[in-house]
């Protein structure tokens, strides 16, 4: 066990408190402060600043390098020579496949994207105009109906057979949001197709016409998909580990991760991207809005810049811009005013005082969206896309957690409200 101690003195208590230090096998070390409950003191950490929630395997991030390795492999070298299904399979199973472990993985995909047909009459009752995040986080949850019965979550098999599934499903169900909004009839996944192919071909194509979905931009959703796979503790993750911690079924925990995502905060940020791009408008208007930036009293953000962690350019948005101009050489939209002021906007910010003192680059988010509008998604969509591909990561999580011994995630409090009291009369 751990060699090294921290002491902590606390006036009242006679001796310091000694605490056991960990080391990670890379990172910061951490202070192991369970013991603290028993001296009747807790730790005071609003927004999990400085506290681990647990260990993991899974995913490191170093956010002053620049640095995102899942299972040790670099995001760059995934998102260059693997894809999304492998990457899901490396997230789950902690190492890439062999090539048979690869076909058995692909083809159990395959074989779990359909949904049951019950599942079109929940979208009926939706209203056209509802949002896809509402719906997806409603069906997803609903599949516990479906598949709860013969889940045995402290079973391995079941669990990896649960995570199967919902890797599986979701883009069918995400599909299914777009289509429902639209008015159009749902499309079945055809298992001649790969994932991301099959995800675009639910999304955009129609019983009137054969199946035709572009290499290039399948490529690009895919690598989209892949770099959105996993993030440690982000705020998502760790909804998806607490309620996994009650021993509640998977499909709960994934729709509690697709509500943490819902927030502008976390998976909107791609949406209010675009948004801005939009308001900018014209190349000349750039330098006003820097300066709004820049402006204290001006609660203007220049969105897509700055991350909790990244205190350096966010490695998968170096990916994501190369792939922006793959797809927009693809769809003849080379000369995107979005894309030309995006890129003029990210050169000024880069050489501004303001945002090199404060370590602000842009993070995944600045051109993921501009992407997805060329491909022709709404906005709306967008962050159904990133739960999408954040699945394989939530789900990894979850099952890392039950395979180890965990206890129910229950925060403590600083208590400032009234002392008792006594009811009037
Ligand atoms: N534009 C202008 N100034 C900024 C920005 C920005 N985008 N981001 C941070 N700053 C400034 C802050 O005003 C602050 O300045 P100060 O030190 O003079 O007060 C300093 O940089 C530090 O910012 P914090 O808000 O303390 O950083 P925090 O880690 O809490 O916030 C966050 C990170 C929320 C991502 C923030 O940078 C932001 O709002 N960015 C824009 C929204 C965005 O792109 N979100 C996507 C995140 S990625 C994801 O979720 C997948």
């Excluded at 003192?357 to 842009?362: D, Q, S, T, V």
């Excluded at 060329?374 to 896309?385: D, H, L, R, W, Y």
Aim: proline content about 6%.
């Amino acid at each position: 066990m751990s060699e090294k101690k921290a002491r902590l003195s606390i006036d009242g208590i006679d001796e310091p408190i000694e605490l056991p230090v960990y080391a990670g096998s890379t990172g910061p070390d951490v202070v192991d402060v369970r013991s603290l409950v028993g001296q009747g003191v807790f730790t005071y950490d609003p927004g999990f600043v400085s506290t681990a929630a647990c260990d993991s395997d899974i995913t490191y991030i170093d956010g002053g390098a620049g640095v995102l390795l899942h299972r040790g492999y670099p995001i760059e070298q995934l998102a260059e020579k693997s894809n999304f299904l492998e990457t899901c399979y490396l997230l789950l199973n902690g190492e890439l496949p062999a090539a048979d472990e690869r076909e058995v993985f692909e083809n159990t995909i395959r074989y779990h994207t359909m949904v049951d047909e019950a599942i079109h009459q929940f979208f009926r009752g939706f209203p056209r105009t509802a949002h896809p995040m509402a719906m997806l986080c409603g069906v997803v949850g609903a599949l516990s109906a479906f598949y709860h019965d013969n889940l045995d979550i402290d079973n391995s098999e079941h669990r990896l057979l649960a995570a199967h599934r919902v890797i599986a499903k979701m883009p069918t169900l995400a599909a299914m949001c777009y289509k429902h909004g639209m008015g159009q009839p749902f499309m079945y996944p055809q298992n001649s197709m790969g994932f991301a192919e099959n995800f675009l071909h639910m999304m955009f194509g129609t019983p009137c016409e054969e199946p035709k979905v572009s290499p290039v931009l399948a490529k690009a959703m895919d690598t989209l998909f892949l770099l959105h796979a996993d993030h440690e503790q982000n705020a998502s993750t760790s909804t998806v580990r607490l309620a996994g911690s009650t021993g509640t079924n998977p499909y709960a925990c994934i729709a509690s991760g697709i509500a943490a995502l819902w927030g502008p905060a976390h998976g909107g940020a791609n949406e209010a991207v675009l948004d801005m791009l939009y308001e900018i408008g014209d190349e000349s208007r750039i330098e006003e809005f820097i300066k709004r930036a820049k402006d204290k009293d001006d609660p203007f953000r220049l969105m897509g810049f700055g991350h909790r962690v990244y205190k350096n350019y966010d490695p998968r948005a170096t990916v994501i811009r190369g792939i922006c101009d793959e797809v927009l050489e693809e769809l003849g939209s080379e000369n995107d005013p979005l894309l030309r002021i995006a890129k003029k906007l990210e050169k000024i910010a880069l050489e501004d005082e303001y945002f090199i003192e404060r370590k602000l680059f842009p993070n995944v988010d600045f051109y993921s969206g501009i992407i997805l509008k060329a491909i022709g998604i709404p906005t709306s969509m967008f962050t159904v896309i990133f739960a999408t591909g954040r699945t394989p990561g939530w789900i990894a999580h979850w099952h890392e957690m039950l395979s180890e011994s965990y206890r129910i995630g229950r925060p403590r409090q600083l208590y400032k409200g009234y002392t008792k009291r006594d009811y009037p009369g």
